[in-house]
C-alpha cells in the first residue's frame, strides 16, 4: 500500500529530509528509496534523489550497486544497469552483477 497522507507519511517524509540532509551518496540512496515507494508521482524525484548519490560521491560503487538493485526489484532494467555501468569503473563487482543480471534477463526470455 502507498502511504501519501497521514501520519506514517509525514513521518516518512520528515525521514527523508534527515537523510538528504545528511549529504552522503548513501543518505541520497535511502531517501530516493523511501520516495520511490511513495507512489507513481514520486519517481522522477526519486530519480533525481539516485543521481544526487553518485554526484555526491561518484567513487562510490555499493551506493550505484544499491541504486541498481532496488530499481531492478521494481522491474526499471535500463535504469538499473546505468547505475551498475556507472559503478564498474571503480569495482568490477558491479560489473560481476550487471553482467549476471543480463544472463538471468536473457534466460527468462528464450
Not at 519517481?43 to 534523489?49: E, I, S
Not at 568490477?92 to 538471468?104: G, M, Q
Amino acid at each position: 500500500a502507498v502511504l501519501k497522507f497521514g501520519p506514517i507519511a509525514s513521518e516518512k517524509k520528515k525521514m527523508i529530509d534527515l537523510l538528504v540532509d545528511q549529504n552522503t551518496s548513501h543518505g541520497f540512496v535511502s531517501a530516493a528509496m523511501l520516495t520511490y515507494d511513495m507512489g507513481n508521482d514520486k519517481v522522477a524525484q526519486a530519480m533525481k534523489l539516485f543521481e544526487k548519490a553518485l554526484i555526491c560521491d561518484p567513487s562510490d560503487a555499493l551506493a550505484a550497486d544499491r541504486s541498481a538493485r532496488f530499481l531492478l526489484q521494481r522491474n526499471r532494467h535500463a535504469d538499473a544497469f546505468l547505475f551498475w555501468n556507472h559503478g564498474m569503473q571503480y569495482d568490477p563487482l558491479c560489473a560481476f552483477w550487471a553482467a549476471r543480471e543480463k544472463d538471468r534477463l536473457r534466460q527468462r526470455r528464450e
